[in-house]
């Protein structure tokens, strides 16, 4: 029987929440314990379709909006082998930001429902745990100015936010709320936790596919 495979993590949540740094340290914590981990981000901005998408993102480009709601997923579906293979060789991976933000962004645009948004990534790599980053949009404000990129506005996050909500009432998804308003330690040593009895978990269960009826 082959080695046991590596848990598939996310973080979500909306901006200013802590989620890339979260990732970071929640990578260092594993591999100093000895457990194979890496880091991955969607978008992933370095290849040929994340550059379209960071382009898009950073307003040097238009793209008409179902159209870049696709390129977001197929941004996801090209890096499928490697995850598979990072997984098979039992390699935890930690994903800042998944499928679960391609629904709850394109859905807060007018004119799009969530069930057309999540078709296209129905069947993605299922991730064992998905914690989303709690931060009420007061507390979010507290740390600063929004960036310039397309999305950074208050009143675009806080329908984000709203589609979030419901996404997590999907039980098929094993989603744990973090609170992100606490300090970075304290907001990783939950992180941790979680983390680290899905990994358990994940030892002795198949890898799913995502929204895919259970
Ligand atoms: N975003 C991210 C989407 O609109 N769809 C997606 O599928 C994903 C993964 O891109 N505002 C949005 C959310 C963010 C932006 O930002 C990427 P960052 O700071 O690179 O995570
Ligand atoms: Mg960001």
Redesign the pocket.
């Known amino acids: 029987m082959a080695s046991k495979r590596g848990a598939l993590i996310v973080l979500e949540g909306v901006?200013r929440a802590g989620k890339t740094t979260q990732c970071k340290k929640l990578v260092q914590a594993l591999q100093a314990s000895g457990r194979p981990a890496e880091m991955m981000?969607?978008?992933d901005r370095t290849t040929t379709i994340g550059q379209l998408i960071s382009a898009y993102?950073e307003k040097k480009s238009d793209l008409e909006d179902h159209t870049v709601h696709l390129l977001?997923s197929a941004n996801r579906w090209e890096l499928v082998p490697l995850m598979k293979q990072q997984l098979d060789r039992g390699i935890t991976l930690v994903v800042?930001?998944?499928?679960f933000?391609?629904v709850a962004?394109?859905s807060a645009k007018p004119g799009f429902c969530m069930d057309w948004c999540m078709k296209p990534d129905v069947g993605l790599p299922k991730p064992d745990l998905v914690m989303f980053l709690q931060l009420n949009p007061a507390e979010a404000a507290l740390r600063g100015q929004f960036g310039s990129?397309r999305?950074?506005t208050s009143a675009f996050q806080k329908s984000v936010q709203q589609k979030f909500k419901q996404l997590m009432k999907d039980p098929s998804v094993n989603w744990k709320v973090i609170d992100a308003s606490k300090n970075v330690d304290d907001v990783h040593d939950d992180i941790k936790h979680h983390s680290l009895n899905a990994i358990s978990a994940a030892e002795n269960t198949p890898l799913g596919e995502l929204w895919k009826g259970g």
């Not at 800042?96 to 499928?99: E, G, K, L, S, V």
């Open positions: 901006d981000r969607f978008p993102l977001f800042d930001r998944y499928a933000s391609g962004f394109t990129e999305y950074e």
